[in-house]
């Protein structure tokens, strides 16, 4: 059952490098298929982390790098959500963010916004948006209501 999952992620995978006119790499099929399964917006460094556990020879200049060719290519996409880390999305879709200044959790937002179509459908090409809501997860929130009750 596993293994059959681990095919189909590589082949989407395949197939969005192959649009976006990048070569197939081991280290970029397995970045891409970490954030297709990982939807927390990760940062560069968990990734490596991450990756390094099934693959030690992998080195942090190589994921450096293929996330920043697969950010460039619009394979993924970087969220500037804090000041200090960059995080990585695998989903390209225009989308707004939720994050939890208590746990650091990064959410999707599905935003319906007439204004956001407008523009994107509008006359200027619009190439990023960033949309960002900031405070208390719903999980953080009720642990917080119970301490104090
Ligand atoms: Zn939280
Ligand atoms: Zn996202």
Redesign the pocket.
Known sequence: MEKIIAENGMAKCTAVLKKCGLKMTAPRLEIMQYLNKH?D?PTAAKIYSELKKKNPSLSRTTVYNTLETLAKHSVL?V?FITEKEMRY?C?IKM?H?FVCKSCGT?M?IDVRCKFLDEMLNGEHVVQEVHGYFKGICAQCNSKKGKKSS
Do not use: F, P, V
Request: charged share 20%; proline share 0%; aromatic share 0%.
């Open positions: 939807h917006h996409q969220i999305d989903n989308h963010h990064i999707d």
